[in-house]
């Protein structure tokens, strides 16, 4: 078989969301309310998310039918294509096989569209006019823009404020589909001028943004809060990647030992590896599943589990979850979709549970491999991407070493157009490393009073 990309048809789209909750063996602690720390039940999100996604967020169906109207908007750029990384194992000299997913082909340029198409239609089911959101490099803004104009919906963004003067064409995107952005943090909430007091230079991080966004959503009734990542249903929407990518695989006559993503908060590894757990919880495979995050915020690796804040302010419920504090602002790289400082519910359970791997990569290591991948295979992939290239370049190399041939699956998330001033920082040597120390993450958690598991 010499086929270097493995197509679907329309048809082939899924019809159906995969929920690993199901299948898990030990089910997520449930989030507890960050006043009284009782458990909360799904009520307490109503302020903020429509119930057709509360519904799924707790749902325990192992299948969630996908709507007629998403699958209609899916089919824009759906299915994505799988390719084999001929040019790039060529280059590593490896017996190994790889391929990838391609995300990038959808307009937005990333898998965030995957969610955001949904989390539109549910909202606009229910009647709201309006979704607040944040953004970190600019990819979920965007695809949330998007997505509120195909359903005539206002969208409001908080860009993380380093990303917001690092990529100013993610803005103008975000406003082409008529999306409003603001810098975060930012002098319109409450939560803004809090940390703007504290430090006026502050580069913003995630966190921070998720607080104004949720500030602002709970202020009005016809607007709601979305969030691009970390929530089960964001995580459940993005299943559609595997699902197809399994089909893909089958096509190709393989199947992978190991599955990798970039990880920042959770969606795009959950979304291409969960499909393949599942085939280890029903047919006892043995597929591994690496996700891929950056030194310089590496929660998986370097964080504790215990409850913590979503955001930074400590609006959102507490959630079980592998984190570095919810004031821990990390160093500002690149790759500002992965500078989070937690992860998602089921991910953290499933790390804890030895059923994931997780490992970290430096910022100069991450570029080498993109830039290796984009001279091989063509594609310039994003700076988030770029950690599961370098992931997937070492288990590759570990194969020439060992002489085995292993099958490896990679989820190329996202396209790096709208990021070559980070690829120009790279080239011109002003690629910073950020070491971080243990006394940084200690100082960090020292800050937590949450509850530990
Ligand atoms: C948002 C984003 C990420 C990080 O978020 P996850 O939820 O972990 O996927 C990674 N890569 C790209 C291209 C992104 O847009």
Redesign the pocket.
């Known amino acids: 078989m010499s086929e270097k990309k493995i197509l679907l048809t329309e048809k082939e789209i899924p019809q159906n969301w995969y929920n690993i909750m199901a299948d898990m063996p030990n089910k997520p602690l449930p989030p507890l309310n960050p006043a009284t720390r009782e458990p909360i039940g799904p009520e307490a999100l109503a302020p903020i998310f429509p119930m057709g996604l509360i519904q799924q967020e707790v749902s325990a169906e192992k299948w969630i039918e996908i709507p007629e109207e998403v699958r209609e908007l899916y089919k824009i750029w759906r299915p994505t294509p799988l390719f084999r990384a001929y040019g790039l194992e060529k280059a590593l000299d490896t017996p190994a096989k790889i391929y990838y997913k391609y ?2 082909v959808s307009p ?5 569209p995957n969610t955001a198409i949904p989390q539109a239609y549910y909202n606009k089911q229910e009647g709201i006019k309006k979704i607040t959101t944040e ?6 803004g965007s ?1 949330l823009a998007m997505a509120c104009n195909m359903f005539d919906m206002e969208c409001e963004v908080f860009m993380v404020k380093l990303s917001f003067n690092h990529k100013p064409y993610r803005k103008i995107m975000m406003n082409t589909w008529g999306g409003t952005v603001h810098a975060s943090p930012s002098e319109l909430t409450q939560a803004g001028r809090s940390i703007l007091k504290k430090n006026p230079d502050s580069p913003g991080s995630l966190g921070i943004a998720i607080s104004e966004a949720v500030e602002r959503a709970v202020q009005e009734e016809t607007t709601k809060y979305s969030l ?3 929530l089960n249903h ?2 459940m929407h ?1 299943t559609v990647v595997g699902l197809e990518a399994l089909l893909q695989m089958e096509k190709a006559g393989d199947l992978p030992d190991v599955v990798i ?11 291409l590896s969960f499909p393949f757990l599942r085939l280890n919880f029903e047919e006892g495979k043995k597929i591994r599943a690496i ?1 891929s995050e950056p030194a310089s915020c590496p929660k998986l690796t370097r964080g504790v589990f215990r409850y913590d804040f979503g955001d930074t302010v400590g609006m959102t419920p507490l959630l079980p979850m592998y984190t570095l504090g919810h004031n821990f602002v990390p160093a500002p790289i690149h ?4 500078r ?1 400082h937690g ?2 519910v089921i991910v953290s359970q499933l790390l804890k549970d030895k059923l994931i791997e997780a490992r970290s990569h430096h910022q100069i290591e991450c570029f080498e491999a993109g830039i290796k991948f984009a001279q091989t295979e063509g594609i310039i ?5 770029n ?1 599961g290239i370098a992931t997937a370049i070492q288990e590759a190399e570990k194969c020439r070493e060992e002489g085995v041939s292993k099958t490896i699956l990679f ?1 190329l ?3 790096g157009n709208f990021d070559m001033s980070a690829y120009d920082a790279y080239f011109s040597g002003n690629l910073e490393e950020h070491e971080l120390t243990s006394s940084e993450i200690e100082s960090s958690l020292a800050e937590l009073d949450t509850p530990t598991i």
Do not use: D, R
């Open positions: 995300e990038g937005a340029g990333s898998h965030k953004t970190g490099a600019g990819q979920w695809a691009g990542s970390v964001v995580l993005q993503a970039p990880f920042g908060g959770g969606s795009n590894f959950a979304g996700a790759a500002g979709g992965l989070y992860a998602g992939p994003a700076p988030e991407a950690h989820n998330c996202g396209h």
